[in-house]
């Protein structure tokens, strides 16, 4: 298994499901996969590390604080589209949940979608130019 230098890591409720998703609606591929608890997925020079909230690897353990990981919040990769309302409509039509509206901006539009654990993923489309 090669690793790239810089990785996204997404806490996950349910590793499978999030595979699916992932490999599913958004062009992702499975790198490697232990079970319930981790799967390295790529596309492109992204490589997206799912990890359990619970489970033996690292990235599920709790902090010193007491602090578990959990999905969900803000932060977000960004994938790139060419067609940002064929892929919205496409997406919703599987039954993907779209959090907002299209938004737009100086360098284009775009909409948040979440997989199934409420992580964020930004479906961007750049202004022409």
């Known amino acids: 298994m090669k690793l790239n230098p810089i990785m996204v890591r ?3 409720s349910d590793v499978d499901a999030a595979v699916d998703f992932y ?3 958004l062009g992702f591929e499975v790198d490697a996969q232990s079970g319930p608890h981790f ?3 790529a596309r492109e020079n992204l490589q997206l590390v799912l990890s359990p909230t619970q489970g033996p690897g690292g990235g599920s353990q709790p ?7 959990e999905p969900g919040g803000w932060n977000r990769m960004i994938v790139k589209t ?3 309302e064929a892929d919205r ?27 199934p654990s409420g992580n964020l993923v930004e479906l961007f489309e750049p202004a022409d130019g």
């Open 82 to 84: 060419a067609d940002l």
């Open 63 to 69: 902090m010193p604080d007491g602090r578990k990981p």
């Open 89 to 115: 409509g496409r997406l919703q039509k599987a039954g993907v949940k779209v959090r907002n509206d299209v938004v737009a901006g100086p360098g284009g539009r775009q909409v948040l979608l979440e997989d």
């Open 39 to 41: 799967a390295l997925l």
């Open 23 to 25: 490999t599913r609606h």
């Open 10 to 12: 997404y806490i996950v």
